[in-house]
Nanobody, 126 residues
């Protein structure tokens, strides 16, 4: 089992920044990648960003590319999401997830993730 705990969410004005953190504990040695997803009210959960532990490769949704940066420390089992130039459209509950799946490259589909955090609310006011 892997436990994931997100932090860093909150209320910010449009144009502002937030940094989310996700700390993993438990059987983290099986993790091959970690990702961030978000779900806005009335919408489906969507991919935001991912990072592969094997080579540090990262991948982003088009909607956040150039504004968000995912980073991680595999030794500390922690992943971060730096969010800049936030807009009201970024308002959502943000979830981190851990994947032990082999063969995936972008880790952009939620089905490849085994464990999920409880989520942290990000609200961007206009």
């Amino acid at each position: 089992q892997v436990q994931l705990v997100e932090s860093g969410g909150g209320l910010v004005q449009a144009g502002g920044s937030l940094r989310l953190s996700c700390a993993a504990s438990g059987r983290t040695f099986r993790s091959r990648a970690m990702g961030w997803f978000r779900q806005a009210p009335g919408k489906e959960r969507e991919f935001v960003a991912s990072i592969r532990w094997s080579d540090g490769g990262t991948y982003y949704a088009d909607s956040v590319k150039g504004r968000f940066t995912i980073s991680g420390d595999s030794a500390k089992n922690t992943v971060y999401l730096q969010m800049n130039s936030l807009t009201p459209e970024d308002t959502a509950v943000y979830y981190c997830a851990s994947s032990s799946t082999r063969g995936s490259y972008y880790y952009a589909r939620d089905v490849v993730y085994d464990y999920w955090g409880q989520g942290t609310q990000v609200t961007v006011s206009s």
